[in-house]
């Protein structure tokens, strides 16, 4: 069974370009949430997709967009970077109804460097 | 709003002594927490989560935590460290069991002494 699986790795782009993250959930999960992890930071909550809306955003601004396909995986687009965007970027799966609860799955990230 | 305090960004302890692990939380609601554990370059692994039930949550690698509400602690023990531990540990809290953002602490870097 696949975890979180993210693409690409690791990204290098230039102050003002755009640049697209995708996330593919663990099967059988309907929801994904997006953090930003700044070097020696905790993750930020971005946003969270479900039933392909985003359910509840963080303090991120507009540049930060995000979209969920019919197959439950996300993109994250960030539009205008800025050197402060470089990061790694935390990919994270649940299921929406569990009569167990659920939990956050997290991917292995992709390492955003903004030159 | 919810936060986590973590005491101590690095925490160095001997091989086979006691592990222990500082959270405090602030939440105007019953929270649920959470400890992840990030090692090099990878995601975050979920060690144990409260989720109201039992106060003393066992988690997985031997790490347990006590949910202490009059302390609005978390704190993370394992009572002895193994080399594999080092990494960096993360906890979190959230308002309602997945169904809210999780909100992270600034981290504690856990370094295991020979």
């Known amino acids: 069974d696949a975890g979180v699986t993210q693409s690409p790795t690791h990204l290098i782009k230039t102050r003002g370009q755009q640049v697209t993250l995708r996330c593919s959930p663990k099967s059988g999960h309907d929801t994904v949430s997006w953090y930003q992890q700044a070097l020696g930071q905790g993750p930020q909550f971005i946003f969270q997709y479900y039933e392909e809306e985003e359910r509840q955003r963080g303090n991120f601004p507009d540049r930060f967009s995000g979209h969920q396909f019919p197959n439950y995986s996300s993109e994250l687009n960030v539009n205008a970077l800025l050197l402060g965007d470089s990061a790694l970027y935390l990919c994270?799966?649940?299921?929406?109804?569990?009569?167990?609860?659920?939990?956050?799955?997290f991917g292995p990230g992709t390492r955003l460097t903004v030159t | 709003a919810q936060s986590v305090t973590q005491l101590g960004s690095h925490v160095s302890v001997s091989e086979g002594a006691l592990v222990l692990l500082r959270c405090n939380y602030s939440?105007?609601?019953?929270?649920?927490l959470f400890w992840y554990v990030q090692y090099p370059n990878q995601g975050l692994q979920l060690l144990l989560k409260?989720?109201?039930?039992?106060?003393l949550v066992k988690g997985i690698n031997g790490f347990e935590a006590e949910f202490k509400k009059s302390e609005t602690s978390f704190h993370l023990t394992k009572p002895s460290a193994h080399m594999s531990d080092a990494a960096e540990y993360f906890c979190?809290?959230?308002?309602?069991?997945?169904?809210?953002?999780?909100?992270f602490g600034k981290g504690t870097r856990l370094h295991i002494l020979p």
């Open positions: 994270a799966s649940s299921l929406a109804v569990d009569g167990s609860g659920y939990e956050q799955y």
């Open positions: 939440s105007s609601v019953p929270p649920y």
């Open positions: 409260y989720t109201s039930a039992a106060t």
């Open positions: 979190a809290v959230s308002d309602t069991f997945g169904d809210d953002k999780i909100i």
